[in-house]
């Protein structure tokens, strides 16, 4: 039945015409292309120099009134949220004068209780993006005067966030103070994207500082959180992380968990290490069955399936973006028009679009300058080269121009269905909305950016920050859980043999791919001598052949009775096709990798 229902409403969409692009008959041309561009340019610099003048160094902007607030922690968020897309636009001026004000003036001794979630995906990973930027020649955006303070920075905030990680499940308070740690009255709750999306910037830090510690407790998060998951692979909305009970039990792929999926694959995208793979397969395969109802999808109860909400909720935007990271194309496609139509109807995607009643979600009306639907429309128009994406960049342009544009910047919209404006800037509007469309139309006129065509891939953090795969970050720390893998001598999994291993691999230990010996060999010969003898001891080997849940030490902690107890719900099924064949794509024509930011509650 309600496979029924989305059917007809899908039907009902396409008789108004809502996933058809408004100018498919008149579709962007090149130069409209880099007219646009230069249009999303100028956009950019409204917005920041509106902050640099009438807030900074507030956290951001109110572009309404010309004024500034701090939001987060009182340290410049809007500026450091910025620095890598000052550094993609080839400002290098204004990013090595911003880099440097940070360097100076900076510091996080301060009595600030803030969110771990949003201070590590904007602040650590802001710091980290830069740092990277900054200190490369290969970049061209290397900082003559430089000397690692960024990193010392991002060192600094990283240990400070530790403390939030001292519970018994490893899953992190919501919030912590800079300077006391985690209050006695701090909430046990926290969400699941707020827990399970911080790996990619706590792994960065620990292979620049050679500290394991920042990468094994956001692993041991993401431990904690999947093995309480369902008999279904499905995960919750929120959780204590005392006790592991999930407080509320309803699962989707939107607000409150999104991010957690996006930042399973990119961390094995970054890192190379397969329980992420793993655990990222297990749950879109869960995912595509339970939640997607094409070409929308809904929450469910995370135990039985039941359909608890028909709802399109904004943060759901960045799946399809996620999906062309994992080459599930045909669906994206189909969800990406769905999603679009939405934006067409208001001009924006509202908080909340209930399916059941074709309207705004009461209460969820609002559209807060949100980059997922952007961010889906570029990776696709990358994927597929389709110019019906840039007639939806288009129109997404002209929404942010006629109806959010303010005196200083850009403003929030209160309501999807008056368009009034509410006196805010988010600080991912500088980081993710404007980069993402401008990384659109560079990429149809033809790029040349740092992205594009830089010295390396990159992955994309839920914040937008350019995060590279490079030999530092991506081998450092291989695992020894395949043939020629990097071992340490002392880890009692490892089997030495003789160079020349045989071809023969034992399918249990999972190791259908090899990494290049050579790659790493390559950056230990440029490695100074410090970074040498962090990385000393490793040895060419093979683990022994462990199954998935003994390699990852991956287990339930639920107990259930029998299978036959939690059927498959038949309503919400996906096309086999879709969910149970993953094809992670690692060599394409495109020179980055990436994703989206979410807002967890």
Request: net charge negative; charged share 20%.
């Amino acid at each position: 039945m309600i496979r029924f229902f989305i059917l007809l409403l899908f039907l009902f969409f396409m008789s108004f015409g809502f996933f058809q692009h408004q100018a498919s008959a008149d579709g962007v041309t090149a130069e409209e292309a880099r007219e646009l561009r230069d249009e999303v340019h100028e956009m950019f610099y409204h917005a920041f120099d509106g902050y640099m003048e009438h807030a900074f160094p507030q956290d951001e902007l109110r572009p309404m009134s010309c004024t500034g607030e701090d939001t987060l922690g009182s340290y410049a968020l809007t500026l450091i949220d910025s620095l890598d897309t000052l550094a993609l636009l080839g400002n290098h001026e204004r990013f090595t004068a911003a880099v440097e004000w940070i360097g100076k003036n900076l510091h996080f001794h301060i009595n600030k209780t803030v969110s771990v979630f949003e201070t590590t995906i904007r602040i650590l990973g802001g710091l980290l993006s830069a740092h990277l930027i900054a200190s490369d020649y290969a970049t061209g955006m290397r900082i003559p005067t430089y000397d690692d303070q960024l990193l010392h920075l991002a060192e600094d905030l990283g240990r400070r966030l530790l403390p939030a990680f001292d519970t018994p499940t490893g899953i992190p308070f919501g919030s912590v103070n800079l300077m006391h740690g985690v209050d006695k009255h701090e909430s046990k709750i926290t969400s699941t994207a707020g827990g399970g999306t911080l790996t990619l910037e706590f792994g960065i830090l620990s292979r620049l500082t050679n500290d394991p510690i920042f990468e094994q407790v956001t692993k041991n998060a993401v431990h904690g959180l999947w093995a309480r998951r369902s008999k279904l692979n499905l995960v919750g909305a929120h959780i204590n992380v005392f006790t592991g009970e999930w407080t509320q039990k309803d699962a989707g792929i939107g607000t409150s968990i999104d991010s957690f999926y996006e930042y399973l694959l990119k961390a094995y995208l970054l890192f190379g290490e397969e329980e992420y793979l793993f655990i990222f397969q297990e749950a879109y395969d869960a995912a595509m069955r339970y939640l997607f109802n094409d070409p929308w999808y809904v929450e469910v109860n995370m135990d039985s399936a039941a359909i608890v909400w028909l709802l399109f909720n904004s943060l759901q935007a960045f799946w399809p973006g996620l999906q062309v990271l994992a080459g599930d194309l045909d669906p994206a496609i189909r969800t990406h028009a769905a999603f679009f139509s939405v934006w067409k109807r208001y001009g924006f995607t509202p908080e909340g679009f209930n399916l059941a009643t074709l309207n705004v979600q009461p209460g969820q009306r609002s559209y807060p300058l949100r980059p997922e639907l952007i961010e889906s429309t570029y990776w696709l128009y990358k994927a597929t080269r389709d110019p019906s994406y840039l007639d939806a960049g288009r129109d997404m342009v002209a929404s942010l121009q006629h109806g959010a544009h303010c005196p200083c910047g850009y403003c929030h919209i209160s309501d999807v269905e008056t368009h009034n404006q509410e006196d805010h800037m988010e600080s991912f509007f500088l980081a993710e909305t404007v980069k993402y469309l401008w990384l659109l139309f560079d990429l149809a006129v033809g790029p040349d950016n740092l992205v594009e065509n830089g010295p390396y891939k990159y992955i994309f953090s839920t914040e937008g920050h350019l995060l590279p795969m490079t030999p530092q970050i991506s081998l450092a720390r291989e695992h020894c859980s395949y043939l020629g893998a990097y071992c340490r001598s002392d880890d009692p999994r490892w089997k030495s043999r003789k160079s020349g291993i045989s071809s023969d691999i034992d399918q249990t230990n999972g190791t259908s791919r090899f990494y290049r010996a050579q790659s790493l060999g390559n950056f230990l010969r440029g490695s100074s001598s410090e970074e040498d003898s962090t990385v000393s001891g490793f040895i060419k080997g093979l683990c022994p052949g462990l199954t998935h849940g003994q390699r990852f030490g991956i287990s339930y902690l639920s107990t259930y009775t029998t299978d036959e107890e939690y059927p498959r719900n038949e309503e919400a099924t996906s096309n086999p096709s879709h969910s149970t064949e993953m094809n992670i794509r690692h060599d394409t024509e495109d020179n980055s990798t990436s994703i989206g930011h979410n807002a967890p509650e």
